[in-house]
């Protein structure tokens, strides 16, 4: 589904971003309250939090091109 189509990309910016964002896989099935808490409803969904406050959301698949300048903006 989706969520496989996406593990490339993820796995391929976690290995190129390591040192500047902790990345975090969650299984929406095995942890519904962290789901409901951020309002999840489609996978997979990405989401930037800085300090618990979520800073954007996307949801569906998004390709590497597209995700990379998005890790650049929030970059420290």
Partial sequence: GPCK???PVFEKLHQEYQHEF???KVN???NPNIALKFGVSSIPTTMFLKGGILLKSIV???NYTALKPIL???KL
């Fill in 72 to 74: 650049e903006q929030f």
């Fill in 60 to 62: 569906g698949s998004i």
């Fill in 28 to 30: 929406v099935d095995d």
């Fill in 5 to 7: 189509i996406f593990a």
């Fill in 22 to 24: 902790l990345f975090v």
